[in-house]
């Protein structure tokens, strides 16, 4: 859909395009290499989304390009986890407190065994054994399905990136068996895992993230669908994770700079939420250390100052400014 048909151009599509322009020469950084399907991503790919809450779509770039979506699928079975089995019993298993380290840490709270949060792989694990323990084997189908209302079109999964990541998910088994230990997770571990490696696989492009994004910011209702996807206390659990935790160990200065609630994933998505207003998203492959874009951080970072986006902007506009900008 292209809702920029208008002879002027709205000034949010100028917007992006121009942060595009900024940024396509921009080539530091790297394209995941530990997942070997990974590798195979065009590092010149660059596509920046927006969705309003009121469903229209702004979009430059490759935002067709398909990638897996990894651990942007976090936030989301996160949510699945609190639709079914609410907060209390989601706590018991996954903590809330940020890590302070790298996503793949094989690391639980020593206090309490439980894993920091469920952004990081060791809680991501234990949301989807979780899941795989209320659904059976039907869970990664309903879980696609999900995904789906979010993204507000039907999605498919990548069967090569999800053999690449089974073979070689060592380190993630590591960290389930650890789970194991401590009780954090079922026996079922083997499927459970089978499950994580699928879900990271689940194909989206750059307009399925910023739709999911505003079905988030639209208190769990897709903006374009009107389907409720999320409950109202699911969506303020999520987007608090998101805030605290959702860009790992580079999370506090996220939200210093950026100051919304954001999901990385090492295939070079970004998905960002203003809450009540819209959502925002980047895909570019090339990512720094800690595994985020690179491109995506610093056009968020941008449209964060020029829209007066961050929550703790002195003008406030994150709360209103598709009243203030938005005339058209
Ligand atoms: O568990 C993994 O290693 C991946 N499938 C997901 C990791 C990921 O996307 C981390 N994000 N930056």
């Known amino acids: 859909m ?13 917007i992006i395009e121009d942060l595009h322009k900024r940024y396509e020469s921009n080539h530091d950084g790297d394209v995941a290499a530990y997942i070997p399907e990974l590798l195979k991503a065009d590092p010149a790919h660059f596509g920046v989304a927006l969705v309003t809450n009121k469903g229209q779509i702004f979009e430059t770039g490759n935002t067709n390009q398909e990638f897996s979506i990894q651990s942007i699928s976090k ?49 991501a694990i234990t949301v989807t054994a979780m899941l795989y323990e209320h659904y059976g084997s ?26 690449s990541e089974s073979k070689t998910g060592h ?23 089978d499950l994580y490696f ?5 194909l989206v492009n750059t307009r399925d993230l910023a739709m999911m994004a505003a079905t988030i910011a639209n208190v769990g209702e897709n903006p374009v669908t009107s389907k409720e996807v999320f409950g109202m206390n699911s969506v303020r659990n999520i987007m608090s994770i998101m805030f605290t ?13 950026v100051g919304v609630p954001a999901k990385s994933g090492v295939s070079g998505g970004l998905m960002a939420i203003v809450n009540r207003q819209m959502g925002i998203a980047t895909y570019s492959p090339r990512l720094d250390k800690r595994g985020n874009s690179i491109r995506g951080i610093n056009a968020c970072i941008e449209l964060s100052n020029e829209l007066g986006l961050h929550a703790f902007d002195y ?11 938005i005339k058209k």
């Open 2 to 14: 292209n809702t920029t048909s208008n002879i002027e151009k709205h000034q949010l599509q100028q």
């Open 75 to 123: 936030p989301l079975t996160f949510g699945l986890a609190l639709e079914i089995y609410g907060q209390d019993k989601v706590s018991k298993y996954v903590g809330i407190e940020p890590s302070g380290d790298a996503f793949n840490s094989i690391m639980l709270d020593d206090n309490t065994n439980r894993p920091f949060n469920p952004m990081v792989n060791a809680g």
């Open 138 to 163: 039907e869970a990664f189908d309903i879980m696609l399905n999900h995904f789906g209302n979010a993204a507000g079109r039907e999605l498919k999964f990548d069967e090569e990136v999800y053999k």
């Open 171 to 193: 380190r993630n088994r590591a960290i389930a068996h650890l789970l194991l230990n401590f009780g954090m997770v079922h026996e079922n571990i083997e499927p459970a895992l």
């Open 198 to 202: 699928k879900q990271c696989a689940i």
């Open 245 to 257: 935790c959702g860009m790992y160990d580079f999370s506090g200065e996220w939200a210093y700079k």
């Open 315 to 325: 003008l406030n506009n994150g709360s209103s400014f598709l009243n203030i900008i």
